[in-house]
């Protein structure tokens, strides 16, 4: 995207977060529009507001239907808080990465999602000298 276009996006995902504070969506947008412009900082600051916006997992589901809901907003749980680790991963926070992944409850509370915690924190450990040496 070109940088005119992605300061456009900015200022209008910044405007939808200050009209709605409780819209997760736009907070994660702003996120990967910050991180797309080197603004790493700005983006884990945003990624942060999503996940503590978007609803913890929940220990049962709902029997009428609202399963489809709770998954997605799951996946959009997880998937914020990967982005964060990411964050810590590329500016050499191999730590900060690890123990955000270790300690968050929706990476506890399903069999799948500790699986996937695990092969991404594997990857990252596998992937190079420097990461293994500071890790």
């Not at 680790?85 to 926070?93: C, F, L, P, T, V």
């Not at 690890?98 to 996937?116: G, W």
Request: aromatic content about 8%.
């Amino acid at each position: 995207m070109e940088q005119g276009k992605l300061s456009q996006a900015i200022d209008h995902l910044q405007e939808a977060t200050r009209l709605d504070k409780s819209y997760a969506m736009a907070f994660l947008a702003l996120g990967d529009a910050y991180h797309k412009i080197g603004e790493k900082a700005k983006a884990l600051e945003q990624y942060k507001k999503a996940d503590d916006l978007f609803p913890p997992p929940s220990p049962s589901k709902d029997s009428e239907g609202g399963e489809d809901s709770e998954d997605i907003d799951l996946a959009y749980k997880i998937d914020t808080v990967l982005r964060q680790a990411a964050i810590d991963y590329e500016g050499g926070k191999y730590q900060e990465a690890h123990n955000l992944l270790n300690n968050k409850e929706v990476f506890r509370t399903q069999p799948v999602i500790q699986i996937l915690n695990l092969a991404f924190i594997q990857g990252y450990l596998n992937n190079g000298s420097q990461m293994k040496k500071n890790y």
